[in-house]
């Protein structure tokens, strides 16, 4: 790989990187497998002159060529090879050198250095004010950029001795990927809240991010952290304005369940009625906003290292969604509507809310006891049949989509519970955690409908149309894949001619 400074609009040379450390107005551009011999002398603005090779070489790069770039270069015989070239005009920004990267990581350490200093000579002030240093921007700041120079240094400088898709490439990439990944998953855990929500977002995204993303920030469903009982006491006692015993007969301290907001709580009333208690985590309010603007800095800072990294829109989405999902008063709404509008279908089971015990931070409802949708031996054993459940949640879904165009947006294993019902006996399907709806305007679920149509057919140019008009693009043939979560083979066969099979589904998850 060889490395170009370029600077625009000036035409000048530079014969060493400390000339370029001291006039930082240059981008450095990597061009991967640059090849050409150099030539004496001053070439023209149009590139005659310049000898085959170097010509050659420019014009063969992906979305570079002479025209584009070239129009005034000057050459040191001295230093023929290993010289810098500097350009005076340029449009494309590629991958960054090590050495910038380097300079980066150094002002990183002066600022970390800095920060160090701070905290040490306020060491003494915190301690008495009993604050946890997690909770403070400039720590969480801290570990995002540092995991954000690491992962981009891997990924710069693990490929530069590696030839380009070979067996050994594909192996160290997938190294790479994992321990990316894992670099991904620690900061989540270690910053928790709205980094561990937005972890769990990537979690899902099978068919955009590499398998070793997504397995290893599954987990990030089942390692929430817990807020402890006196965090969730005080909460309590601030929109409650009442101690436990005065609300409860009993409070289990272990929760049924924790999440990257929230942790639930059985209780039972002093009326005799079971409930489930989900109470906010306490800091996750004041802490969202300052990491949604430190995650939006870190996405940015990728997306000039990797022009073709484009997640800004999982920023965008979680600044519009996070303030809903922290409104639980938002939340008993959604659960009402929903019972409301599906009310019709006897096996659909939505907790009924009780407002006198709820607020922003705490929501109170009725406790509904199950399995996990996909506990297969927690249907086995209480006699559920599997193609029922699977039907009643096609069908639930398909209404909401289709019908209503209100949308469940998380719909997860934890979030979908199945149990026999203790009166009727008839299986049930309880669907929890209502933060988070999808409005769908009529023109989308029309274009929708006959996209499904058209997938179950195999009409592709069907296909083609509605995923066009549904803002695909010439991703089209994924974004059926990703609908349909089955191979572009069976994708063109039309999807009820052709059985899932284990190879397919393992293809896609590896794909």
């Keep these: 790989m060889s490395f170009f400074a370029i600077q625009k609009n000036t035409p000048c040379c530079v014969s060493s990187r400390d000339h370029l450390h001291k006039n930082r107005k240059y981008v450095i551009v990597a061009l991967t497998q640059f090849r050409c011999s150099f030539v004496d002398g001053e070439m023209a603005a149009n590139g005659n002159g310049l000898d085959k090779s170097f010509s050659t070489s420019l014009t063969c790069l992906p979305k570079f060529t002479s025209a584009d770039v070239v129009k005034s270069v000057e050459i040191n015989s001295s230093t023929k090879g290993n010289k810098l070239w500097i350009m005076s005009s340029w449009k494309n920004v590629y991958p960054l050198s090590n050495y910038q990267v380097a300079l980066m990581a150094g002002h990183l350490f002066k600022v970390s250095s800095l920060a160090t200093a701070v905290f040490a000579t306020s060491g003494f002030y915190l301690y008495n004010r009993q604050m946890n240093l997690n909770d403070l921007s400039v720590i969480r700041f801290g570990r995002a950029a540092t995991t954000t120079v690491l992962i981009s240094f891997d990924y710069i400088t693990a490929f530069k001795h590696v030839e380009y898709d070979t067996e050994e490439y594909w192996a160290l990439k997938s190294k790479v990927h994992l321990r990316s990944a894992e670099r991904l998953r620690d900061l989540c855990c270690a910053n928790r809240g709205t980094f561990i929500k937005v972890g769990q977002h990537l979690g899902a995204l099978d068919y955009l991010l590499p398998e070793e993303y997504t397995s290893t920030l599954k987990v990030l469903h089942s390692q929430a952290p817990q807020s402890s009982m006196e965090e969730i006491q005080q909460v309590i006692r601030e929109d409650l304005g009442k101690e436990l015993s005065e609300l409860f007969v009993s409070f289990e301290v272990k929760p049924q369940g924790t999440a990257s907001l929230a942790q639930v709580h059985k209780a039972v009333l002093h009326d005799g009625r079971t409930v489930a208690i989900k109470v906010q985590h306490p800091k996750v309010q004041g802490q969202s ?18 022009p073709n990294f484009s997640f800004m829109w999982l920023v965008e989405e979680a600044k519009k969604n996070l ?11 959604n659960a009402e509507k929903v019972a409301n509008m599906l009310a019709h279908f006897y096996f659909l089971k939505v907790p009924l809310i009780y407002w006198d015990l709820s607020t922003k931070r705490i929501l109170t409802m009725e406790f509904v006891d199950g399995g996990h949708i996909n506990d297969r031996n927690y249907m086995k054993k209480h006699g559920i049949n599997v193609n029922e459940i699977s039907e009643n949640l096609g069908k639930m879904y398909s209404e909401m989509i289709f019908v209503h165009g209100f949308v469940h947006c998380d719909p997860h294993p934890g979030n979908l519970l199945v149990r026999k019902c203790p009166r009727s006996k008839k299986t049930e399907i309880a669907l929890l955690d209502h933060g988070l709806y999808q409005v769908l305007q009529p023109d989308f679920r029309l274009n929708y409908c006959q996209l499904w149509q058209a997938l179950i057919k195999g009409d592709m140019s069907e296909v083609e149309r509605y995923s066009l008009r549904l803002g695909a693009g010439d991703l089209y043939a994924l974004f059926a894949c990703v609908v349909t979560s ?17 190879s397919e589904t393992s293809n896609c998850k590896h794909r």
């Design 323 to 333: 303030p809903l999902e922290l409104d639980f008063l938002n939340e008993g709404h």
């Design 486 to 502: 089955r191979s572009w083979t069976a994708v063109n066969a039309g999807i009820s001619s052709v059985p899932v099979t284990h």
């Design 289 to 306: 906003s300052r990491d949604m603007v430190i995650m939006e800095v870190m996405l940015k800072a990728v997306h000039w290292l990797f």
